[in-house]
T-cell receptor, first 112, second 115 residues
Framework: AQSVTQLGSHVSVSEGALVLLRCNYS??????LFWYVQYPNQGLQLLLK??????LVKGINGFEAEFKKSETSFHLTKPSAHMSDAAEYFC??????????FGTGTRLTIIP | KAGVTQTPRYLIKTRGQQVTLSCSPI?????VSWYQQTPGQGLQFLFE???????NKGNFPGRFSGRQFSNSRSEMNVSTLELGDSALYLC??????????????FGPGTRLTVT
């Protein structure tokens, strides 16, 4: 069965520092992979997606993620954190049947 | 273009009651999915409807049901509410087809509290 694991339920970084949120997937065939962001009291918003084209995917708000098949990973990064990046981030996997499976989420806190 | 709308935004019900939540997808989107979000279980897939037919279903009891109308609007119903049903219920719509796989657009959710 497909699944995703997000390492670290809480991550804190200083404003201006690198953001790195980890996601590993479990699938025998490379799936489609996604990162979503959820701000307080809101629904989820798609940040970026990997669909077997370029392995380095650029998304909105300066985020990007790199698909590494050998490591079964799809980590999310941003070179310089901004206060507005504080939110919960979800990695998700989709394979075949259009049913998204989400990770448990990582709450990102930005330290001024 | 208007986003996904969900009504009501907040709801308080008593154990044993039933509840109906509504979701209006983005115009032109024919797929609607429902998710339950709780602190303990995270985001869990309930079901997906496409052109009025249930296309996928998660592992939830039969008390959870849904339907989709010809205009793509969707409702989900929970009967005989339990305390554990307290959650944020999220609806997402999507355009299916090449290049759009997995691009789901979420509504703000309905916060259901069962007392």
């Amino acid at each position: 069965a497909q699944s995703v694991t997000q390492l670290g339920s809480h991550v804190s970084v200083s404003e201006g520092a690198l953001v790195l949120l980890r996601c590993n997937y479990s699938s025998s065939v490379p799936p489609y992979l996604f990162w979503y962001v959820q701000y307080p009291n809101q629904g989820l918003q798609l940040l970026l997606k990997y669909t077997s084209a370029a392995t380095l995917v650029k998304g909105i708000n300066g985020f990007e993620a790199e698909f590494k098949k050998s490591e079964t990973s799809f980590h999310l990064t941003k070179p310089s954190a901004h206060m507005s990046d504080a939110a919960e981030y979800f990695c998700a996997v989709l394979y075949g049947n259009e049913k998204l499976t989400f990770g448990t989420g990582t709450r990102l806190t930005i330290i001024p | 273009k208007a986003g996904v709308t969900q009504t009501p935004r907040y709801l308080i019900k008593t154990r044993g009651q039933q509840v109906t939540l509504s979701c209006s997808p983005i115009s032109g989107h024919r797929s609607v999915s429902w998710y339950q979000q709780t602190p303990g279980q995270g985001l869990q897939f309930l079901f997906e409807y496409f052109s009025e037919t249930q296309r996928n279903k998660g592992n939830f009891p039969g008390r959870f049901s849904g339907r989709q109308f010809s205009n793509s609007r969707s409702e989900m119903n929970v009967s005989t509410l339990e305390l554990g049903d307290s959650a944020l219920y999220l609806c997402a719509s999507s355009l299916t087809g090449q290049g759009r796989v997995g691009e789901q657009y979420f509504g703000p959710g309905t916060r259901l509290t069962v007392t």
